[in-house]
């Protein structure tokens, strides 16, 4: 069993929709959780990070945690065209390690 | 992301060749790391350094090695290659503050092994 599942897709929407992203996790020791955003041809791109469990916003996106599930989102309101690409989540305990363990990534293409 | 250079960027090789992507930073930073993305799989760590005397192996280094040359240089080579080596390769580094969460990753070396 991998350690991050991750639905890869692909996931199309129109434009203007509201996108939820999500990935589960066995690793009870994970504490930071991170997603990333990787275009065509480009390296992932950290888009936004929290720490344990809650919600974080920054504009269109919002990252939520729920430790008790094992489960992260990524919503994306009023999704845009410029938004189509694949995104990663991952994840990596608090101490004693740095290693971070990455999802299968989704993709996700968002029609004019 | 020019912060983060790879070399090169495509490269087609025969099975049993030796081969060596090279990666180049301009972030001043310490740690260093080689992955590989393949498709359903994600990205898994081959190696990684967190200084210039500092190499350790990932989840999948067999097969491959690296050289850390200088703070900024971080080299990954295969030995002779094979084919199912054919991936995405990718360079990163990060800061390695206390919560280091952000990796910078290059722009990809694309790699077939026939």
């Known amino acids: 069993q991998k350690e991050v599942e991750q639905d890869p897709g692909p996931l199309s929407v129109p434009e203007g929709a509201i996108v939820s992203l999500n990935c589960t996790y066995s690793n009870s020791a994970f504490q930071y959780f991170m997603w990333y955003r990787q275009y065509s041809r480009k390296g992932p791109e950290l888009l936004m990070y929290?720490?344990?469990?809650g919600n974080k916003e920054d504009g269109r996106f919002t990252a939520q945690v729920d430790k008790s599930s094992k489960y992260i989102s990524l919503f994306i309101r009023d999704s845009q065209p410029s938004d189509s690409a694949t995104y990663l989540c991952a994840m990596r305990v608090n101490t004693g390690g740095f290693k971070t363990i990455f999802g299968a990534g989704t993709r996700l293409f968002v029609k004019a | 992301d020019a912060d983060v250079t790879q070399t090169p960027r495509n490269r087609i090789t025969k099975t049993g060749k030796r081969i060596m992507l090279e990666c180049s930073q301009t972030?001043?930073?310490?740690?260093m790391y080689w992955y590989r993305q393949d498709p359903g799989l994600g990205l898994r760590l081959i190696y990684y350094?967190?200084?210039?005397?500092?190499?350790n192996k990932g989840e999948i280094s067999d097969g491959y090695s690296v050289s850390r040359q200088a703070q900024a240089k971080f080299s990954l080579s295969l030995e002779s290659a094979i084919p199912n080596q054919t991936a995405l390769y990718f360079c990163?580094?990060?800061?390695?503050?206390?919560?280091?969460?952000?990796?910078?990753f290059g722009p990809g070396t694309r790699l077939t092994v026939l």
């Open positions: 972030k001043g930073h310490d740690r």
């Open positions: 990163a580094t990060s800061a390695g503050l206390a919560f280091d969460n952000e990796q910078f």
């Open positions: 929290t720490y344990s469990s």
């Open positions: 350094s967190f200084d210039v005397k500092d190499i």
